[in-house]
């Protein structure tokens, strides 16, 4: 890795050749956000790629009025990687759980660059059929995990991408989940009373990986593990720890 890849975390642009990211880097513009923003709607035109280096985003799938977050994203992906390949309007919702920063670029100098780069087209495919997994796997934990299953394995999927302790508030969470608050609330009061992990008003930190996975069950399984961390030789996923 050389000098210019170490100012970025996000793992789309740590994976690009030097000289594309050369190209890239001109147009790269500095992006902050808070827990609870919106970044885009379905269906919203947009004309700009969104490439986080810290916190976690959610996708989310409605149906009138009501919703539910059905995947995620941080450092290791993209937002929206279908606009960049099939040049179609965003399918989700896409909403901050945590707050977060990284990078902004327009579309068309990135899909340009995706046209003739392999290595972007790798991330792009991978991200892709990774994202295809975890929808997936949410589908299941959302119709067959209990409340605190499901809140086990988000608090993972966070903890994947920001590490011990970050910001979330109990309505984001509620509204991951698609549940009330109240419940919740109850959730995360058992998780902490069995130790797993400390839930304060804005902030939640885990204190005991091993129980949370425990807790979340079959739940929490590869597509959610190969969605966050990097792959070793051999397909292996690496331990806990982005790099």
Known sequence: MSMMHDGFQNRVLRSLPERELNVLSPNLISWKWSDGDVIFRAGQTTDVVFLPDNGILALFARAGVKSLAVGAVGKEGMLD?????????????????????????????????????????????????????????????????????????????????????????????????????????????ALEGDGLIRSRRLEIEVRDRRGLEMAAGAFYDGAEAASAHPRQAGGQVSSHGLS
């Not at 390949?85 to 989700?92: C, E, G, K, M």
């Not at 670029?105 to 991200?127: N, V, Y």
């Open 81 to 189: 990687a279908a606009a960049v390949v099939l040049d179609t309007r965003p399918r989700f919702d896409v909403v901050a759980l945590t707050p977060g920063s990284g990078h902004q670029i327009e579309m068309e100098p990135f899909r340009e660059l995706a046209e003739s780069s392999q290595a972007l087209q790798k991330s792009l495919l991978a991200i892709a059929a990774t994202m295809q997994d975890v929808i997936a796997s949410t589908a299941v934990a959302n119709g067959h995990g209990s409340i605190e299953q499901r809140l086990a394995r988000w608090i993972l999927m966070c903890q994947d991408r920001v590490g011990d302790v970050f910001r979330i508030s109990h309505r984001v969470l509620a509204e991951a989940l698609g549940s009330r608050r109240p419940g919740v609330t109850v959730a995360l009061h």
